[in-house]
């Protein structure tokens, strides 16, 4: 089984589209979750929106504090533009600098969201093999 674990400040937008479309498009066998190192009180508005637009819905998601339970557990961790928060995670670890979409414009959000799908299609092809 392949476990990946996506990490943002808040959990609350990016690593909670990220996991989003892993559990979509990943074979059977691989997992995601997602965490903040300093979590939202929920998922942003803005965040369900666009989700809702290509049919997956956030609402009912709410943002998690990142374990070092989680932290041990990964296969596979990408960090989201964290920077000096973001935490140590003893295994590979990609960094995606995407922006906050906290407050951002809808079409800036808009832009996020399909870089983040096209990521997370590209880290299936590349780094998840089918059990």
Same mark, same amino acid.
């Given at each position: 089984?392949?476990?990946?674990?996506?990490?943002?400040?808040?959990? #609350?937008?990016?690593?909670?589209?990220?996991? #989003?479309?892993?559990?979509?498009? #990943?074979?059977?066998?691989?997992?995601?979750?997602?965490?903040?190192?300093?979590?939202?009180?929920?998922?942003?508005?803005?965040?369900?929106?666009?989700?809702?637009?290509?049919?997956?819905?956030?609402?009912?998601?709410?943002?998690?504090?990142?374990?070092?339970?989680?932290?041990?557990?990964?296969?596979?961790?990408?960090?989201?533009?964290?920077?000096? #928060?973001?935490?140590?995670?003893?295994?590979?670890?990609?960094?995606?600098?995407?922006?906050?979409?906290?407050?951002?414009?809808?079409?800036?959000?808009?832009?996020?969201?399909?870089?983040?799908?096209?990521?997370?299609?590209?880290?299936?092809?590349?780094?998840?093999?089918?059990?």
């Amino acid at each position: 089984m392949t476990y990946v674990l996506f990490v943002c400040n808040h959990n #609350a937008g990016r690593s909670q589209m990220a996991q #989003a479309f892993f559990e979509r498009d #990943a074979p059977p066998g691989a997992e995601a979750e997602s965490a903040g190192t300093n979590p939202g009180e929920q998922v942003w508005p803005e965040v369900v929106e666009v989700m809702r637009e290509v049919g997956i819905d956030l609402s009912s998601r709410t943002p998690k504090k990142l374990t070092v339970e989680m932290q041990q557990r990964a296969d596979l961790a990408v960090t989201m533009g964290c920077g000096d #928060a973001c935490p140590y995670v003893p295994t590979t670890v990609e960094d995606w600098d995407l922006p906050d979409p906290a407050g951002r414009p809808i079409g800036e959000v808009r832009e996020v969201r399909d870089t983040i799908e096209q990521r997370v299609k590209q880290l299936i092809a590349e780094r998840i093999v089918p059990s």
